[in-house]
Each structure stands twice: as C-alpha cells, then as structure tokens.
C-alpha cells in the first residue's frame, strides 16, 4: 500500500468525525416528544379522531399534506372525503391547525426531537400560541 | 493525470490562493444572499434579472466558443491549432461551470433547482437550457481528458473519439442559440425580440471566446515552457478580426431597425443604453466605453501590419474582452428591462455583495480553468515539445 | 485476491449509483395516501370555463374607490406593504392611462381629459396564452384547465423570475426578502410567502371554490363585473357585448381576460 501510513491517519479521522455526535450525545437522555392533543377544540370532540386513523396519521401525515397541496393548489379539489366517508376542507391552516391549536405542543414536539424543519411554516400561518 | 496538479511553482499556489481568498469572500456574500434573500442584490421588480444574468449570457458565449479551434483541427485537419484545442475545451468546461453557478446564484430557491428536472417542462427554454448546459459540459470534458490522457501515453486518441468531437461541434452553436432563445422569444421585451439575437449571440461570443483564448494562450508562454504557437495564435487573431466585424455589422443593424421604424418601444432601451432616456442614464458611460474598446480592437484587428504585431494583438483582444462584456455581459440584460412594461424607468445597478458574489463565481471558474491547464501544460512539457498526433 | 485500485473505484462508483437509484425507485412504489379516501371539488365552486372581470372605468370616481379594492385583495391575501418601490409586491394596484396601454395611444396628448388623469386598476390578465406559463420551467405557474385561472404554486417556485421577464404586463412580484415582518395585519385563514418566490393575482382561486366572487369584485360595488367568457348569457358577456371595452396590449396575442369598459 502506498502512502500507508497517510491512509490510516485519513480514516482515523473519518471514523473520528462521523461518530463524534453520538460520543457527543453518550449518556444524555432526550426528552421523549408529547404532542398534546388537549387543545379546546378537540376537547369539545364528542368522537376525539383525526381525519385518519392516528397511526396513519402518524406515519402519513407528510406524504398526505403533500397530496392535499397538490389536489387543492393544482387540481382545484378542496375537499377531502376521507375513508370513513366524512368529508374536510384541505387546508393546513383552517383544517388542520383548528384542531391541533399549538404548533409549539404539537408539531414542534416530534419535529424537534427528530430535528427535522419543515418549511410549511415558512409562509403557512400558524395559530397564535397560548390559548 | 490530475497529480500534475499538485505540483507547482511559487507563483502558481500563490495564484491559487488568491482565487481561494475571492472564492470565500463570495461565499460568505452568498451565505448572506441565502439568508435574507436576493433583497441585497441590485435588482428590483422592475428589473428583475441583472449581473448574475448577464455573466450567465456572456459566459455561455465563452464556453460556445471553444468550437472555433476545434472545428478547424478536427474537421479541416488544421494542424496549427493541434496544440491549442484543448485549451479551447478546458475553457468551455470551464465557462459552462460559471454558467451553472451564475444561474444558481440568481435562484430565489437555490435548493429547489432540482424542480426543473422532478417537473420536467418542454414549453420552457430553460429546460432546453439545462439539457444543452450539461451535455456541453460532459462532451468537452468527455473529449478534452481523453485526448489528453492518449497524448501523454504518447498513443493517438481511440476512435470513438471522433464521434463526441463532431457531436460537440454542432452542440456549441446550440447552446448559445438556446440561451438567446431565452431572451427572443418573449412578448413585450421589444429591445430582445429581435430575429437576429442568436446570431448576434455567436458572433459575439466567435470574437469574445478567441479573445480569451489569445489572452490566455500568451499567459501560459510567458509563465511555462509550453509554447501555443505563433501560427495558432495568429490565426486566432483572424478569427476574432472577422466575427468582432460581424459583430459590429449585426449591432448596426439593431440600431438601424430600430431608428429607421422610429417605433417609440423600440429605440427607448437604446436612447437609454447609449444616451439616456428622460433624465435616466447611468449605463451610458459603460455602454460608450464598449463602443470606443470596440473601435480600437477593429482598428488593431483589420490592418494586418498591426495585428500581426503580437502585442498589439494582445491589447486587440483585451479590448474585443472587455467590450463585449459590457455589451452582453451587463447591457444586453438590463436594455431588456428599461424601460419596463409600464414604460416607467426603474434604473439598475449592482450591489457590492452582488458583485462579490459574481467574482466569487468568476475565481471557481478561473481555479478549475487554472488546474486543467496546469494539467494540459505538464503533459505538454512531459511529452516534450514534439509535435502531436491525433 | 488482489484488486486494482482502478477496479475498486469503479466497483465503489456502481454500487453507489445502484444503492441511490434503488431507494428512489423504491419510494416509488410506496402507496400514496389510503385507498379509501379521495378528493372531490366543493360543490360550492363557481362554474365557469374562463372567468374574467370587466371593469367600468366610470364607477370609480373618488380614490377611496379604489383604495377600497385594493385594500379587499392585499388584507385578505397578506400581501405586505414594503414600502421600498424597488422591492414593492402588488397583486392589484393602479397606473395611469399611458402607462397602462402605452401601446393603445402612445403620445397623444388630445386624449379626453378624463382619461389621461384617470388611474386604471392594474392587475394579473390571466390571459388566453398567457407567455409567464410557457416560459416557466417548472410549471410553477400554470394555467387551470377547468377555467383558465392563470395559477402560482408558491411550493414549486424556484425563484428563477423568467415568468417576471415573460409577462408584457408586469403583473408579477418577487419576494426579495422574508415578507412576513411587512405584513401589517395577518390574515390567518390565508397562507402569506416566503423569499425568493414569485406571486400574482391569483384570482381569488380560493373564493371561487367556496361560491364566492374575487374578493376586489365584491368590495367595488358593482363597479367590476366578474363572470365567465365562454357562457354567452352570462353578464360579462351582456356587458362587453353592449358597450365599449378594451384590453391591454391585446397586439401581443395574449388574450387578457381583464376588460376596462370606456365607453356607454
């Protein structure tokens, strides 16, 4: 091998830089997200069900609003019949947002845990927090 | 090959640095460009597109024109530019490069540019542009390390070779027709709607790109022991003379069309351009400044006792450079804008971070052009100054 | 075995480009929303296969006319008030006669009083053939195909202003920076933008699918007509077919569907 020794310093460094966030992060505990679901509006819920099952929710929600903006922006289709036939308006922040009032316990709480940032908020409005 | 790189004299790292110290300087600008927004840039909504624009239009000129020294060698068998058309390709990747990234500086969602390819839209030059841009890139840098690479084992190129070479002739007059297609085809922009824009797109960059090409070609004899040939950098000193002449034959007769049809919307970008419209002239001392280096490069180019003269070449095509890059490289965008399509002025100059960030791009496209002719100079004085075959 | 460093690279580049092209062609093939759900239009939404506004230059007389329109689309829309003209958004706002169709009648000066000092609302001509959706290279602007509504797909928007370099009529407005501090009172039944992405009139997409009229139309008072060119009972075609009407720069081959009633 040529330059031997250069390599193995080269992937000692490597190795160095790609574990050091989990060196970083070694026995500290993260605080497990709780999206909150006591808002007022889904108090009032006599049925407390999102448009879809909460595990479909869950996993989906992205790839979901990614459909909604597309059917309502592109297609003109507004309005979600969803699989137990009731019917939505699509809309992130008249739909969605009145229901799940705080952006800050609800999104924010996974979303930050698992350090993603998606740009829905750089234009969509969110509610106002602390009601 | 990319070795020889590596290996250099004083003077070359300290060039290299230089470049790196600019490169970063337009990084930081462009960070600041991506946080708050192309706000710290000159343009406004009137007019909308500026510098990165116009360097975008000028450099794909620059890139385009590497075919005029390959099409001589490759089809007509001129064996003078043997030693000088990868120089022309290197310089086409190089420029196309700067092209890519003065498109990406200007996006207001850089990190959505991948749309253009996930909603691939037809109707839109640009998608054409983004087609054309690429496989120029792929061709000559496909063309210009493969023959490079056979030079230096002293075996001539393999035969496939060719094919890509023809190919890449008939693309480079594509990739500039297309970027003009951007411009000429848009309803209302009367100072770019304009049949002739294509061609006056080539013929400017046939005289800018060769320009270029003699500068740099006189650099690399003084600096290396690689000589481009006085023959090879005569006979570009012809092709700049012609094409700058058709140059100045196609700009006349914009002027022409628009002056003798007197159609208001069609002299106002260029009483604006060359003499001011109500009060509002802040181009016209640049665009003046483009017409007297043009005057002089003819002067120097036409009479063949001059030109002939090797420096006064050199100041000929500094002046062919730099002439046309305020024509197309700021005029051309701007004239397109003023007036605007309320026939209101809104004037246009760039920013200090623009312009930054434009130099920035300017340096990454002169260090790539800086490392592939190192390297295409160090196989050169590898191989010895024999003559080579193809 | 030994393995040359050539071959090791290349192996190493293949097997990368077959890793990254299976996930993508993997996440194709994953189910896209549940089977049972699906999407239908409000059966509140306006019919029409082209809507278009005439608007009756006469019924505006005090600036409170139009500051009243205007205000209707900019407050609703959270269009913000930059205040700088170079940066300036507008969805719908007013120029003078010569500006507005500087074709029309260039440089006459004996044009009736009336019409040289009249400000004319401008706005998005949803046009025909509109050139912003031909030049666009990501289809970010398209033209609705059920009633030929000019549309912006903020999502999709690149910031590449080719559309602005294409429109005739300067319609559109590009976000230079974050627009949200320049937003004197939040609509929030309404999503504002973001940088770095072009917008326009939109012609109130999102009220003709609740069975509402554009938002200008209602707040003029009778003074802009909106309706549908291809229903010849409708009032807009009563209306253009009874008095005078002209477009902007109609020479372009556009087709505007924005009409400004001149004469009785």
Redesign the interface.
Same mark, same amino acid.
């Given at each position: 091998m040529y330059d031997g020794g250069k390599i193995i310093i080269g992937l000692i460094i490597f190795i160095g830089i790609s574990i050091f966030p989990f060196i970083l992060t070694m026995g500290k505990a993260v605080a497990k997200p709780e999206p909150k679901l006591d808002t007022p509006e889904i108090q009032k819920m006599v049925e407390k069900k999102c448009v879809e099952s909460k595990m479909y929710m869950k996993t989906e929600h992205m790839v979901m609003l990614n459909d909604w903006r597309d059917a309502v922006v592109r297609d003109g289709l507004r309005l979600y019949k969803a699989t137990d036939g009731k019917l939505y308006d699509m809309s992130l922040q008249n739909t969605c947002m009145k229901c799940h009032s705080s952006k800050k316990n609800f999104c924010d709480q996974c979303h930050n845990y698992v350090a993603v940032k998606p740009y829905c908020w750089d234009c969509h409005i969110a509610p106002q927090e602390g009601t | 090959m990319l070795e020889t790189a590596l290996k250099g004299s004083r003077t070359y790292w300290i060039w290299i640095l230089f470049l790196l110290t600019i490169i970063g300087i337009g990084l930081i600008f462009y960070i600041k460009q991506f946080i708050?927004?192309?706000?710290i840039t000159g343009?406004? =909504?009137?007019v909308?597109?500026g510098f990165y624009i116009s360097q975008f239009t000028f450099l794909v000129g620059i890139a385009a024109s590497g075919v005029m020294v390959v099409l001589p060698y490759y089809l007509h068998n001129y064996k003078a530019f043997g030693r000088i058309t990868i120089l022309g390709e290197f310089l086409a990747i190089a420029a196309v490069l700067m092209c890519m990234l003065f498109?990406f500086v200007?996006?207001?969602?850089?990190l =959505? *540019?991948l749309? *253009?390819i996930?909603?691939p839209?037809p109707?839109? *030059?640009?998608?054409y542009d983004?087609i054309v841009l690429s496989g120029y890139l792929f061709l000559n840098a496909l063309v210009g390390w493969t023959a490079l690479s056979s030079e230096r084992k002293g075996v001539p190129p393999p035969k496939w070779l060719k094919i890509f070479v023809i190919i890449s002739i008939v693309w480079a007059p594509s990739i500039h027709t297309v970027t003009a297609f951007?411009?000429q085809g848009?309803?209302?922009?009367h100072f770019w709607m304009t049949a002739i824009m294509a061609a006056r797109f080539l013929a400017s960059a046939f005289s800018s790109g060769p320009a270029l090409l003699i500068i740099l070609a006189l650099i690399i004899r003084k600096f290396t022991k690689f000589d481009p040939g006085k023959e090879a950098i005569q006979a570009l000193g012809k092709i700049v003379t012609y094409f700058m002449i058709t140059n100045v034959f196609f700009l006349g007769l914009e002027f022409f069309t628009a002056f003798y049809s007197a159609i208001?919307?069609h002299t106002h970008p260029f009483v604006y351009l060359y003499a001011g419209l109500e009060g509002y002239n802040k181009l016209v001392p640049l665009m003046w400044l483009s017409n007297i280096l043009a005057i002089i490069s003819l002067v120097l180019l036409v009479i063949p006792q001059l030109r002939r003269n090797e420096m006064l070449l050199a100041i000929a095509s500094v002046c062919v450079f730099f002439s046309l890059w305020i024509d197309k490289g700021f005029g051309l965008i701007v004239g397109?804008?003023v007036p605007?399509?309320?026939?209101?002025i809104?004037e246009y100059w760039p920013t200090i971070p623009e312009v930054l960030i434009a130099l920035g791009v300017w340096s990454i496209g002169f260090l790539v052009l800086t490392i592939l002719y190192k390297i295409a100079v160090s196989v050169r004085e590898e191989v010895g100054s024999i003559d080579i075959h193809h | 075995m030994s393995i040359r460093r050539r071959d090791f690279l290349k192996i190493a580049g293949v097997s990368a480009i077959a890793g990254i092209g299976g996930v993508s062609a993997l996440s194709l093939l994953k189910i896209k929303g549940s089977e049972a759900s699906s999407y239908i239009e409000d059966p509140k939404t306006l019919k029409g296969k082209r809507w278009a506004i005439a608007i009756d230059i006469q019924k505006f007389q005090t600036p409170e006319d139009y500051a009243r329109v205007i205000n209707a689309c900019h407050s609703i829309h959270n269009v913000p008030d930059i205040g700088n003209?170079?940066?300036? !958004?507008k969805w719908i706002w007013t120029?003078s006669y010569?500006?507005?169709f500087?074709?029309q009648d260039? /440089?006459n000066p004996y044009i009736q009083d009336h019409l040289k000092k009249k400000p004319f609302l401008v706005l998005c001509n949803h046009c025909d053939n509109p050139?912003c %959706?031909? %030049?666009? &290279?990501?289809?970010?602007t398209f033209k609705r195909k059920s009633d030929g509504i000019v549309m912006m797909d903020m999502h999709?928007? !690149?910031?590449?202003?080719?559309c602005?370099? /294409?429109? &005739?009529?300067?319609a559109r407005?590009?976000?230079?920076?974050?627009p949200r501090p320049y937003i004197k009172k939040i609509n929030p039944e309404f999503p504002a933008r973001?940088? /770095? %992405? %072009?917008e326009k009139c939109t012609f109130c997409y999102q009220r003709i699918a609740v069975g509402l009229q554009p938002a200008c139309v209602e707040a003029s008072k009778g003074a802009m007509i909106f309706g549908d060119l291809a229903d010849p009972n409708s009032e807009i075609r009563r209306v253009l077919s009874s008095r005078y009407t002209i477009r902007r720069?109609p020479e372009?081959?556009?087709n505007p569907s924005i009409f400004y009633i001149i004469g009785g």
């Open positions: - | 708050v927004g192309l706000g343009m406004s =909504r009137d909308s597109w498109i200007d996006l207001g969602q850089p =959505r *540019v749309n *253009v996930l909603h839209t109707n839109s *030059v640009m998608f983004m951007l411009y848009l309803p209302g922009k208001p919307a397109g804008f605007n399509s309320f026939e209101k809104t | 003209p170079k940066e300036e !958004i120029e010569e500006h507005s500087p074709s260039y /440089g050139p %959706v031909r %030049v666009c &290279p990501t289809k970010a999709r928007c !690149i910031g590449c202003r080719f602005m370099a /294409g429109c &005739p009529y300067g407005s590009f976000n230079w920076r974050d973001m940088k /770095g %992405v %072009v720069k372009l081959g556009t």
